[in-house]
């Protein structure tokens, strides 16, 4: 099957990992579009190409570097992905989390995923963060699941409860820190869609009359992977912008560059949030 991910291609992307870094890391964090200035936070750090991590695939969107950074963040040894890759850069779901499926290998068992994402709830405005507390996944559901195909039985179970994917423990203590450092932090629902096209009005409608509070096109395959495996998941949406659900609004549309501003602007916020989560963390 194409882009199939097996115990023998995730061995040897970690044996090369190993060979190439001094630690051993316990959380692993996912940076999305524009975010990837907290990987300069990280602390002794081991730097890792994509492009020479066997099985890895090269991200090709502007924003997101391509490198495992791995060190100390918070108090906690961390594995860092400074930037992803997407399903609409052509390749499987399987294949944009596997360096998740490599993460649960090193001994990772926490992950913390972030994004950018359209703000579909009325009340959201560029710049706002939401933590996720549940996820749709759209492209999963149309078939792209990455646990599609034989299950390898060291991965996890067959059929691997979504419910809840996002740790509510985890959830209530990204809201303690953020109200203990004055952010505004939002909570909702992430769905997935596969793009890379923005949402059309009419999608935009549809998708907050199904239960949507932001969209992106990225995160959902690393959840469901992290899940299969075991790990506790925390999900943290930047709304870069707002989705435009009229046609009358339509001059106002998102393009990418907007997106990595908002991410500029919210790097402040966000690096607190993620590092006091972290130092919190590392105190239980």
Known sequence: ????????????????????????PEVGVVLGSGLSALADRVADADVISYDDIPHFVPSTVPGHVGRLVIGVLGGVRVLLMQGRTHFY???????VSLPVRVMQY????????????????PEFASGDLMVINDHINL????GQNPLRGPNEADFGVRFPSMAPAYDPALVTLAEEVAREQGITLRRGVYVMVAGPSYETPAEIRFLRTIGADAVGMSTVPEVVVARHAGMRVLGISLISNVAIDALEKAQGMATHEEVLEAGRRAVPALIALVEGILTRLSQS
């Open 139 to 142: 492209v999963g559901m149309a």
């Open 1 to 24: 099957m194409i882009g199939l991910v097996t115990r023998e291609t995730v061995i040897e992307a970690v044996e090369y990992i190993r060979s190439h870094t001094r630690h051993k």
């Open 89 to 95: 850069e052509g390749y499987s779901t399987a294949q």
């Open 106 to 121: 090193l001994g990772v068992g926490a992950l913390i995923v972030t994004n950018a994402a359209g703000g579909i709830h």
